[in-house]
């Protein structure tokens, strides 16, 4: 599969809300290019292979840690729904709950799993009207965030006017798998998503995106974003904040400047271990033992906290 591969899905899947983690999402949009390989324009029954070579290749990591990724995509991608609209006879709003795989299968040992889309999904990513996002594999590759890749794909469906219409802020949450619970303030929610998703892709692509906020009063209820072409800017390595050797960045992304006791909360913390119980197996002494997992999360924080890319590490502490 090349990098030059075009990732294609109607707009209204584009517009879907949906809360994913980054690796299922890679997962999807891999799927939606081999099954447009495949041709299959009405076959809803396709089972489409994602191997753990491929996804090392196009997203640069090791293969164990590829296939891990995989296995924990495949356990996550089954239970997740997505809502989306289109319209009924009489031209009415129909809000649809579907989910985006009927079956999703691990080969032990075999280095793939094996996705099926489900029934709703084949229609929005292979027959395509005049209404679609699309954009080359290798523009992705690099994003190392769910809320960048997910921004990258509302500006991709913008590209042509070069910038969005208003998106209330409800939608955007929405849109970006936001919980009620997550980033309440606005002042949070535009530093630790919205700024660092924009600085993530101006540093990872070609393009350089901008947002603008509408506010009612002192509220902020709106953003519209920006687009500018760089056809001269080649793509850049992952950024720095990202390794923590970014000033601007370090203080969301590594644990430097934590102490032991800080970084324990953070291990014990149930969204960290939500987001991370695929890094060791139900089997190993990390897998059961509460404090056997502490441990071990504290010595791969401190060793290679990149690894740890869900969310901004020092988040967890706010929990």
């Keep these: 599969m090349s990098d030059n591969k075009l990732v294609s899905k109607a707009n209204a899947l584009n517009e879907a809300a949906y809360t994913i983690n980054l690796v299922a999402q890679r997962v999807i949009i891999l799927a939606i290019i081999e099954a447009r390989d495949q041709g299959v324009m009405s076959k809803v029954g396709g089972v489409h292979r994602i191997k753990a070579s491929d996804y090392q290749k196009h997203f640069g ?58 029934s709703d999904v084949i229609p929005l990513i292979t027959r395509l009207s005049e209404k679609y996002t699309e954009y080359e594999l290798k523009q992705i590759k690099d994003l190392s965030s769910i809320y960048a890749l997910r921004i990258f794909e509302i500006l991709m469906q913008w590209f042509s006017v070069r910038k969005t219409p208003k998106i209330k802020i409800e939608d955007l949450r929405a849109r970006l798998g936001i919980e009620d619970h997550q980033y309440k303030t606005m002042g949070n929610f535009k530093k630790r998503v919205l700024d660092h998703a924009i600085r993530e892709i101006n540093d990872n692509t070609n393009i350089t995106a901008s ?108 929990y």
């Design 61 to 118: 990591c090791d293969k164990t840690t590829s296939y891990r990724s995989l296995k924990s995509a495949c356990e996550s991608l089954y239970e997740s729904e997505f809502v989306w609209t289109d319209k009924d006879a009489r031209g009415n709003t129909k809000v649809n709950h579907s989910r985006f795989v009927q079956r999703a299968s691990y080969s032990e040992g075999g280095g793939y799993i094996e996705v099926m889309f489900g």
């Design 211 to 318: 947002y603008e906020q509408h506010k009612e009063g002192r509220n902020i209820v709106a953003f519209t974003f920006y687009i500018k072409v760089n056809k001269d800017k080649s793509q850049k390595k992952k950024i720095d904040g990202l390794l923590g050797t970014n000033a601007e960045n370090g203080d969301l992304f590594t644990v430097k400047g934590l102490s032991d006791k800080q970084l324990g909360r953070i291990a014990r913390n149930p969204q960290f271990i939500a987001d991370y119980n695929h890094l060791v197996s139900s089997t190993s002494p990390a897998g059961q033992d509460t404090k056997v997992w502490e441990l071990e999360m504290m010595n791969r924080l401190k060793k290679d906290a990149s690894q740890f890319n869900r969310r901004p590490i020092q988040e967890y502490l706010d």
